[in-house]
Nanobody, 123 residues
């Protein structure tokens, strides 16, 4: 199993900014993609932003132009810069990573989630 540790959530006023971080650790052979998803009360989990090992990015329609996902050179940490936050951005944000991990034989696929970090946008 790969461990994902998220940080950076909190309370922010509408129009403000926050940066979320997610660090992956464990017996990682390779990471194909890392991303952020969110789930608001009573709603389904939805994609916020995702970046692949090739550098391609995808964003949810509601965050395009406001949020930016990036990764560090070691490719074990991703960041989500959130600007112009709105009350409707309030949710629990979850980090996800997919890839392969080392085993005693051939690498094994993983698809793991972090514990989540809460973002509250309110005045």
């Amino acid at each position: 199993q790969v461990q994902l540790v998220e940080s950076g959530g909190g309370l922010v006023q509408p129009g403000g900014s926050l940066t979320l971080s997610c660090e992956a650790s464990g017996r990682i052979f390779s990471i194909n993609a890392m991303g952020w998803y969110r789930q608001a009360p009573g709603k389904q989990r939805e994609l916020v932003a995702r970046v692949t090992s090739g550098g391609s990015t995808d964003y949810g329609d509601s965050v395009k132009g406001r949020f930016t996902i990036s990764r560090d050179n070691g490719w074990n940490t991703v960041y989500l810069q959130m600007n112009s936050l709105k009350p409707e951005d309030t949710a629990d944000y979850y980090c996800n990573a997919v890839g392969y991990m080392h085993t005693t034989s051939v690498p094994r696929a993983f698809d793991d989630w972090g514990q989540g970090t809460r973002v509250t946008v309110s005045s």
